[in-house]
């Protein structure tokens, strides 16, 4: 019933930067939190960043003070704005999205990943 749409991963050199797009198909009664994942091979998925409805946003510490989420509810889209990128960050990146599907019922969906390579 929901198709997050991710683009724009890709290769980048250390030092670069890359933008993540996340539209999200429908949002039925609302999108509540949307938030951004990452796994790299070999390790777990985990949390880059997050933003609420009312704007609220959260980064893991290693990514603090390089990107930076946000969001166009005009166009149920989700951003994450990355700037000096390094090797570490190569990952596959995972868009998630908390909606409210009907009354009294919130459901999390993810696209598919999007790779971002970082290397010279």
């Known amino acids: 019933q929901v198709q997050l749409v991710e683009s724009g991963g890709g290769f980048v050199r250390p030092g670069g930067s890359l933008r993540l797009s996340c539209v999200a198909s429908?949002?039925?009664?609302?999108?509540?939190?949307m938030a951004w994942y990452r796994q790299a091979p070999g390790k777990q998925r985990e949390l880059v960043a997050q933003?609420?409805?009312?704007?609220?946003?959260n980064y893991t510490g290693s990514v603090k003070g390089r990107f930076t989420i946000s969001r166009d509810s005009a166009k149920n889209t989700v951003l994450l704005q990355m700037t000096s990128l390094k090797p570490e960050d190569t990952a596959v990146y995972y868009c998630?999205?908390?909606?409210?599907?009907?009354?009294?019922?919130?459901?999390?969906?993810w696209g598919q990943g999007t790779q971002v390579t970082v290397s010279s």
């Open positions: 429908r949002t039925f009664f609302g999108i509540n939190v």
């Open positions: 933003i609420t409805s009312g704007g609220n946003t």
């Open positions: 998630n999205a908390d909606i409210t599907v009907r009354l009294g019922y919130h459901y999390a969906f």
